[in-house]
């Protein structure tokens, strides 16, 4: 079995809720890959290798403080990210512009 990040995969898990998916209202896979990413990198990463180790950490993130972590993150992600897209859009193709990157991932804005 391959190394596994399970806080990815239950982030992935939880940003599939309706509720967080109004936040962005964009959903092309750059912005929907950005708000992963920024929300993970402000998590604890929890590695798994076997199935039992999967196990546990799932356990682990069925209290609630954990996943209220999970949740808070992935919130200022999409917010973030919904005020500071990165993918081209096409008033800005058409002005020759770019959109801002994400510089500050790791920044202050959380």
Known sequence: MAV???????AR??????E???????HCQQCLDDVLAMALNH???R???????QLYVQVEYLRPQ?????????TQAALWVSSHPRHASA???AAGGDSAP????GGSHT
């Not at 967080?20 to 964009?26: G, I």
């Not at 590695?47 to 180790?53: K, R, S």
């Open 91 to 93: 008033e800005s193709d």
């Open 4 to 10: 596994v990040n399970m806080t990815e995969v239950l």
């Open 43 to 45: 998590l604890p990463p």
């Open 20 to 26: 967080l998916q109004k936040l962005l209202p964009c």
């Open 66 to 74: 954990l996943r209220s972590d999970i949740l808070r993150e992935l």
């Open 13 to 18: 898990q939880m940003w599939k809720d309706p």
């Open 47 to 53: 590695y798994a290798t076997t199935d039992e180790g």
């Open 102 to 105: 994400m510089e500050s991932e």
